[in-house]
């Protein structure tokens, strides 16, 4: 059999197959259930070689010897649908449309000449089918459409007939490029079949691909209706369609069309709701999270769900006031501990640090201890009265007697490092290098990456005290801790400073004691010794560093000139240095989001691209630019 090639078909074939997966927008699967194989003997193993054959000809485009082996082992298998499969790609492959026609016309009438559809097998029925689908697809791909549309008509007449050749015919109709008649073929297959749900993720898939968003979520809250379990990944399918102007009008009004269905309005307001927050849109998104609270039965989950979902956002201010609104119609939902513990998140990131410890204080009882949020709120109040009160002595008092209470909570490990933290603001070197290795020798269980950052936390107080050699031990003896075999950016950067540094014992000292006083919050003290570092006379990799901790501490308080001038310096006393891309792209950001001047952004971002580019700064730069020459997008 031979005739010329055409792949044009395999565009069609995977686009249609891409919509029946489901097109990536969640987990909901319309996929046509497997044909059962009706063989009475096993695949013999040179049949199973012809086939490994056949399918590496037809993935090299030889599809003349693919279709020839593919005929061969058909013959011996008839009911093997990979084979009959292999033999309808190659012909279409190779254009031969007539020759398939042909080809399924005839077992079309071998399956019918001594029986009625009614009679055969649902194994046969499937077959006759799939033989009525390829026939119209083929006479369609010769131009004889109304052909095709009449030979389709016959599968509808078939009894009892699964699913399966209906998907089919739904790929055949976007190959032949009659898409406008999928939606009337759908209903006549759903009639068929029994079926109301069928070909609904299919048509819903398409309809996205053409930009019909409101008939996307047509069928997808039709298949809400039918199969509620899979409410929460239809949501997740809408909330996953694309987010421009026209999509977002059609979202919204096809929503609350759907606000008419009873059965689903629940899951339609929710879905406004998020639709709305995703948005930005807090004063829709919170009436329809009010609406959805009265309809599920008035309990305040709705609205306390929402607020956390504000705090997550930046969206403090917003979020407290959503639980005042929760603390008068659902006092005790806000007095529990999950509404408490949403209430002391927001107000500490308001910077009301009293209040929020206060709150706090009622969710680290010993009762509470007991859950997981009482856990978290532990954490989240002794990390907030060591860095933001600068309380050490009370957040180790407040941990402490936490362990005490509930030595087996779960996060004890993290505790233990806080503990430690407390210890090194109080610069209390030993104990905190004492806590920081129990930690890391497994005392609060088997965890891998807990002992990694002990085993670094120990490696900085070595540092701090100036036994260098050890802190290089210890930090390779993180590496090996850590599950993937490897430390934090900053952990490995430290590496880099010893190995550099050791040279200069004295310099590497005063460098120690700055990192020592950044990390307990004594920036003053810290800049000062930075500064004794960076103007010792002596321009090393220590002196470097240096001045970009004085241009960090004074990005910190708003000394943008400074800082400006700072790195600057650096870039004109070593231009070769191996940090000069990353300085100038910092310089580049200055300029763009702190002074507002994008022409000096554009400067130093260009230099990157001219003088350093192999750099891994590179792509960003360049980004960057884009988007000073093209805000709007």
Known sequence: MRCHVKTDMFKYIFFAFWLLAGNAFG??????????????????????????????LENR?????????????????????????????????????????????????DVLQNARPADLTAMERDRLGNYIVDGGRFAGKIGNSSEALKRWEEIYQIPNLTSAPYYRLFNAMIDIRYPEGLEEMAKKARKATGDPSLLVTSLAGFYTSQGRVDA??????????????????????ILGLPEDENSREQIESSLKAGLSKPAIKLNVVELLGAFYFRSRQWEDAY???????????????????????????GEDKLALHVLGDLRKSHEALSSAVRGLLAQAKALESTGSFVEADSVFSRLTTSSNLRTSQGQEALILQAKMRL????????????????????????????AALLIGDTYLAQRKLADASRIYNEAATGRYGRQPLLQSRALVNAALVDFYSGDYERAADRFNEASQKSPNGTLTNNAL????????????????????????????????????????????????????????????IMMKSDRVEEAVQILLATIELDPESLRA????????????????????????????LIDYPESLQVNEARKRLREIESPET
């Open 27 to 56: 987990q909901v699967f319309d996929l046509p259930p497997s044909l059962p194989l009706d063989l009475h003997r096993a695949l013999d193993n040179e049949t199973r070689r012809i086939q490994r054959s056949a399918g590496q």
């Open 61 to 109: 485009g030889e599809y003349e010897k693919a279709l020839d082996l593919y005929f061969e082992i058909y013959h011996r298998f008839p009911q093997y649908n990979p084979f009959y499969e292999g033999i309808i790609r190659c012909f279409a492959a190779l254009g031969k449309h007539e020759e398939g026609l042909v080809w399924v016309d005839s077992l079309r009438t």
């Open 216 to 237: 996307a979520i047509r069928e997808w809250l039709l298949l809400m209706e039918l199969q509620p379990r899979q409410a929460e990944n239809i949501k997740q399918r």
């Open 287 to 313: 009436e329809q999270v009010m609406l959805a609270d009265q309809i599920g039965g008035n309990s305040g989950l709705a609205m306390l769900t929402f607020a956390e979902n504000l705090i997550t956002e």
């Open 387 to 414: 860095n933001q009160l600068k309380e050490p002595g009370k957040a180790r008092k407040l941990l402490e007697n936490a362990l005490q209470q509930q030595p087996r909570m779960r996060n004890s490990g993290e």
């Open 493 to 552: 950067d430290m590496l880099e400073l010893l190995r550099f540094g050791k040279s200069d014992s004295t310099l590497l000292a005063v460098y120690a004691d700055a990192e020592l006083y950044l990390r307990i919050g004594n920036e003053s003290k810290a800049e000062s010794l930075f500064t004794e570092a960076a103007e010792n006379g002596r321009e090393n990799d220590l002196t470097e560093r240096a001045r970009l901790k004085l241009a960090q």
């Open 581 to 608: 891309p990353s300085i100038l792209l910092k310089l580049g950001k200055i300029h763009q989001n702190d002074i507002n001047d994008p022409v000096g952004a554009v400067k130093y971002y260009e230099k990157i």
